[in-house]
DNA sequence: CTGAAAGCGCTTACAG
DNA sequence: CTGAAAGCGCTTACAG
């Protein structure tokens, strides 16, 4: 059973001094005679001292004041209506300490509104950020400003490189990547080709899109590169989007798999659905809800998870238990890429 | 920004009585006059009063004491090394509370010892307790004695309906069994034979292998069960192994894949390493070491996961919450079903 | 039946 | 440079 732990008056009874002395040094606050403050670190370090959180965050006035900058979450794209339940979560389990979170929500698809927003966010002079970079060069000024403000920031999702960002939490992208394409060469028989399907406005700015096809790619054997067939389709509406399906799989009529790399896989679902084509395979990302019922059909074989909700938690937690505990994270946190089919999805939603 | 919360103090100047009053009344001491307890009930409720657990975990001077029973880890079985990593995690997370655990195991090979350990955990005289009903009566018994003496349990890796357990943290035994046949199903030509092999000293008692192959079976149509063959080897020591092995891969040589319903896949594999064999594939459980080392070079075509880390800490968790925070946890928590493969098994160790 | 007081371990001002 | 005191919100005895 754990021994009794030392506490602050442990320390100032063994040195002899008040424990405002010892607090002092514990804190660097400094006003502290060098031979006391030696005194007391190797006192507290004999006695193992740890402070008490509980005592602490009951104590302690200081507010920590968090703000997420994540994208709206569009009918086009429930991905993002996942990670709110992770934030929920985590704020829900603060509740008790003295932890503010606002969220701040951009427009995906308007670079100028991540802007503003990221104006907004500098406003608000908040202890901590979890954000979403998906705008690279606008993200990058983001956090620039927020490091010569000392405001430590997470990524989920993406992340930086270059920046100064206090963790990541979320895909090894490529990897991801990899996953499907084990996945699909598993369930595509070898005379088959593999239609790669990228739908972005404008694919090249699409970092994560393009990072999954590499990895996807990677997985295949250099001679069996002239099975792969990349095509991107820039706008998902459907007229647009199913007149371009028409298109390439009549040019390609061997095609056994189609690989969707974001989490649009359902309009490609609805498309054959509408077609009646069920000879092809189609592997996505995300547990969208409508992803989940053409998994759930059949009609989708594989989806790939990537936790957003855990994401979004796990964001918090480090940013507050830096902020609070004086806890740093591990930099780097892959969540697990997790395949979904129909027979086990019932327990990732 | 969450709005400021009442404290008890807020609740007994509203009604005009000391804190003390308003305290036995939130703890049902009674010798409280009855008006004055409807007020303070309704005013508590208008506020919204909720206490602050960090102010009473500061205080309290309850000690939750906690032991967890399950099996000890033979070498022939790692999988049980990973539970204890799960309860360190939990353990330390709550490291600031007076909360004690203490481990106890046994040999799950030997009922008995399961009933001396069961005796042990009596005398300990615990607030609550962790367990792993391997042996169903002995497991009864002691779930019946803990039910008498008012000390709550939690099931992990397995439940027993009939006894009164305050939650399970676990797999969904027969869902696991079929998301094992549709993998299999996937990877295994139409015209091939399926070898469904148990290894365990009575099969007929190790209740999760059969589940696991009935879950397996139904998700095969009943036209293919000819394509079944189930086998039970009962001494998994390589010698005998092997011989049953050769001997039923000689009479079914159209075997296409072997599905193995529990964690020893490998020894499966270490045959067909020493055999030669490379055209049947494997698929089997857990995520130990050798398992893994199997799945990563090809030999293993899939590992189905069920986060033994997570069940455990998950059953410690939810034991401290409900004995100090008063939450009663969900009853059935069903962990995600985890397809690993080599592709993603990096993310899951 | 009710109130006043002490104390959990820490932090924060203030007095010297 | 150092100590004594107040207080975070709760629980626990004790006095009346």
Chains 1, 2 share one sequence.
């Not at 670190?41 to 402070?51: F, G």
């Not at 409508?290 to 759930?296: A, C, G, H, P």
Request: glycine share 6%; hydrophobic share 35%.
């Amino acid at each position: 059973m754990s021994p009794k732990r030392a506490r602050i008056k442990d320390i100032a009874e063994s040195a002899g001094v008040s424990i405002g002395t010892v607090d002092r040094v514990l804190h660097k606050r400094g006003e502290v005679a060098e031979k006391t403050r030696e005194k007391i670190l190797r006192i507290a370090k004999d006695l193992e001292y740890s402070p008490n959180v509980i005592a602490r965050a009951l104590k302690s006035k200081k507010r920590v004041r968090l703000v997420s900058l994540l994208p709206e979450p569009a009918e086009e794209s429930a991905f993002w209506i996942k990670h709110p339940e992770g934030i929920s979560k985590a704020m829900k389990e603060l509740d008790p300490f003295p932890v503010y979170l606002e969220q701040v929500t951009f427009d995906m698809l308007d670079e100028r509104d991540f802007q503003s927003k990221s104006e907004k966010i500098m406003s608000l002079n908040p202890d901590g950020v979890i954000l979403a970079p998906l705008f690279k060069n606008e993200a990058v000024t983001l956090c620039d400003k927020l490091t010569r403000s000392h405001i430590p920031f997470v990524f989920i999702d993406g992340f930086l490189e270059e920046t100064s960002f206090l963790c990541y939490t979320g895909e090894d992208i490529y990897q991801s990547g990899r996953v499907a394409g084990q996945l699909v060469n598993m369930v595509t028989p070898s005379d088959k080709d593999i239609l790669i399907i990228n739908i972005a406005k404008n694919i090249s700015n699409v970092h994560h899109l393009n990072v999954r096809t590499q990895g996807f790619i990677s997985y295949f054997k250099e001679e069996e590169h002239e099975r792969l067939i990349s095509h991107a389709i820039y706008d998902p509406q459907p007229d647009f989007m199913n007149g371009e399906l028409k298109r390439v799989l009549s040019q390609h009529r061997n095609t056994g798999s189609i690989f969707v790399t974001g989490s649009k896989s359902y309009k490609i679902a609805d498309f054959f659905e509408d077609e009646g084509i069920n000879s092809v395979n189609i592997i996505g990302y995300d547990l969208l809800e409508n992803n989940v019922k053409y998994l759930k059909s059949g009609r989708i074989r594989f989806l790939i998870g990537q936790r957003p909700e855990e994401q979004a938690y796990k964001g918090v937690r480090k940013l507050f238990d830096y902020l609070s505990m004086d806890k740093t994270p591990e930099k780097m946190e892959y969540l697990p890429i997790d395949v979904v089919t129909s027979e086990n999805v019932q327990f990732f939603v």
